[in-house]
């Protein structure tokens, strides 16, 4: 099998002497490599390695229009990162040829008149090393991509574990247990109106399901009750922003890190009435954008404490505290979205 593949490789002559070139074919032909190709005008390489792709190249260097230092020359760009040995095969045997030759990038030298049986033996040596290197860069890409599809599976595994801990915090007071969901989409939905780019806007697609994960620490007894907080039910409850946030704190993820501050921030208010006291653009714009996604979803969903309100109604209180309880811009490009049926 591997004497077929080296048998089957791709030879190119360059040689402006016919004679050259039918010798080195007749050396290569009983040596059993089928696939040669030669030219005798420098100027055709290009086209030719373009069309032939060879896996070596025999070339001389004293030829009229372009030397064997201007072929190389123009080989290099397209050879750069790969390793296509050049054999150079010419009557200049001087030490400054030989060392201008092999700094232009060939991998070889011989002179002419050269031994066949060198030659055949130097071809050899250069193809098996070109051929061991294709085996190498082709395991190595192998690798690469099962690399790359664990990588996906673990990036998967843990989004799907973020995902059931979002379910976890809302399976307790949200029948439908698509609350999460139903924010972070249109969290994406509104990062997106605002022309965020596509990756940060993932990014929130990803984190804002976390956004209540801090109920996790709440009290049934408050969090399930059916009817409106006391003082300090509500003061209970308010935690649950601080909770999520220590729940997610500490990671070097960019996705948890935007969690958490997604967490912590959700329930501020753009006049500074919110659970923290931030105000205007102090406010994260992930944590602005999850507070219109969150209320809006919440007025539009029946809660224990209350009835699921009508959409337009739910629309119009989002609308009118843009300015006090919502960041304006994020209100909107929410209008923008309800206003093409997106919502």
């Known amino acids: 099998m591997y004497e ?6 791709r030879l190119l002559i360059v040689d402006d002497q016919e004679t050259n070139v039918s010798l080195l074919e007749r ?7 089928v696939a040669v190709k030669s ?27 372009l030397d064997g230092f201007a072929v190389m020359r123009q080989l290099l760009p397209r050879i750069e990162g790969t390793y296509l040995p050049i054999l150079v095969l010419t009557a200049d045997s ?3 040829t ?18 066949t049986t060198e030659v055949r033996l130097r071809i050899r040596n250069l193809l098996e090393t070109r051929f061991l290197y294709l085996e190498i860069q082709n395991q190595n890409q192998m690798l690469e991509q099962k690399v790359q599809e664990r990588t996906h599976d673990l990036e998967e595994a ?6 059931r801990l979002a379910l976890a915090a809302e399976f307790r007071d949200d029948d439908t247990n698509q609350h999460t969901q139903r924010v972070a989409r249109t969290a994406m939905l509104i990062a997106r109106e605002l022309s965020l780019p596509e990756p940060e806007v993932e990014l929130i697609r990803r984190a804002a399901p976390l956004h209540d994960v801090g ?9 399930l009750k059916p009817a409106r907080f006391s003082p300090a039910e509500r003061e209970v409850m308010n935690t649950h922003t601080t909770i999520g946030a220590q729940i997610l704190s500490g990671s070097r993820f960019p996705l948890l890190q935007l969690a958490e501050e997604i967490a912590l921030t959700h329930h501020e208010r753009w006049d500074g009435r919110g659970y923290t006291g931030l105000a205007g653009e102090a406010i994260p714009l992930t944590g602005q954008i999850v507070a219109v996604a969150d209320v809006f979803d919440a007025l539009t969903h029946a809660r224990p404490y209350k009835e699921a309100w009508p959409l337009a109604a739910s629309v119009a209180e ?4 843009s300015g006090t309880q919502f960041a304006p811009r994020v209100v909107q490009a929410f209008m923008a979205l309800f206003e093409r049926g997106e919502l």
């Open 4 to 9: 077929d593949t080296l048998k089957n490789a």
């Open 27 to 33: 050396l290569l032909q009983r040596a059993g490599y």
């Open 39 to 65: 030219t005798t005008d420098p100027r055709h390489v290009l086209p030719l390695f373009t069309e032939f792709r060879p896996d070596i190249i025999l070339l001389d260097l004293n030829m009229p229009h």
């Open 94 to 96: 001087t030490t400054e």
């Open 98 to 115: 030989k060392q201008k030759a092999l700094a232009a990038g060939a991998k070889d030298f011989l002179t002419k008149p050269f031994d």
């Open 158 to 163: 843990r989004i799907e574990i973020l995902n």
């Open 215 to 223: 109920k996790i620490g709440i009290p049934d007894a408050i969090l």
């Open 318 to 321: 989002i609308r009118n505290n």
